[in-house]
T-cell receptor, first 116, second 114 residues
Framework: EAGVAQSPRYKIIEKRQSVAFWCNPISGHATLYWYQQILGQGPKLLIQFQNNGVVDDSQLPKDRFSAERLKGVDSTLKIQPAKLEDSAVYLC??????????????FGPGTRLTVL | AQKVTQAQTEISVVEKEDVTLDCVYETRDTTYYLFWYKQPPSGELVFLIRRNSFDEQNEISGRYSWNFQKSTSSFNFTITASQVVDSAVYFCALSEAVRGNLIFGKGTKLSVKP
């Protein structure tokens, strides 16, 4: 079974530029999560989708971050414009369902973003 | 508010030593799940274990064991006879039963030296 795929693996941009990350979850997984992991810290949830609907985006900085999951499969996370403090690893995860019995999350390799 | 505390930032042991990683959590939910993930230098988070709040039985899987104690809100992880390949950052996490999103601790970096 293929795991969660993410691209690109690395990205370097200058502040105020835009960037987009792509995630392809495990086939059949209804729930998709985007996490931000700043160096030396644990991952922090940015947004959670159930199929193509948003379940939780309370910690997403909506003035600069946006995410979509068209057709309930792949997802894109965008930052526009980027700030220095956005330098982090962006992790995508998926699970069969957000319901308790199935909420084991599988993580992708992440995209390491450096904002100069 | 929900919170996970991993007080040990870094631990260094010599191969074959036993090591325990501490995890203390806070939640007002009566139903919740606790997790441990391993993050090797490659960066990908690897699932190790999930426990629900109603199951306080300790669990052993090979050299790994977990001790869940609701009375002290702790979910500690022990590696017996550590190996160099165990070197990684280990995260403890908590999730609500309803929404399922994970709340992570800051992680404990384990270095196992030969």
């Amino acid at each position: 079974e293929a795991g969660v795929a993410q691209s690109p693996r690395y990205k370097i941009i200058e502040k105020r530029q835009s960037v987009a990350f792509w995630c392809n979850p495990i086939s059949g997984h209804a729930t998709l999560y985007w996490y931000q992991q700043i160096l030396g810290q644990g991952p922090k949830l940015l947004i959670q989708f159930q199929n193509n609907g948003v379940v939780d985006d309370s910690q997403l900085p909506k003035d600069r971050f946006s995410a979509e999951r068209l057709k309930g499969v792949d997802s894109t996370l965008k930052i526009q414009p980027a700030k220095l403090e956005d330098s982090a690893v962006y992790l995508c995860a998926s699970s069969l369902s957000h319901r308790s019995s199935y909420n084991e999350q599988f993580f992708g390799p992440g995209t390491r973003l450096t904002v100069l | 508010a929900q919170k996970v505390t991993q007080a040990q930032t870094e631990i260094s042991v010599v191969e074959k030593e036993d090591v325990t990683l501490d995890c203390v959590y806070e939640t007002r939910d009566t139903t919740y799940y606790l997790f441990w993930y391993k993050q090797p230098p490659s960066g990908e988070l690897v699932f190790l274990i999930r426990r629900n709040s109603f199951d306080e039985q300790n669990e052993i899987s090979g050299r790994y064991s977990w001790n869940f104690q609701k009375s002290t809100s702790s979910f500690n992880f022990t590696i017996t006879a550590s190996q160099v390949v165990d070197s990684a950052v280990y995260f403890c996490a908590l999730s609500e039963a309803v929404r399922g999103n994970l709340i992570f601790g800051k992680g404990t970096k384990l270095s196992v030296k030969p």
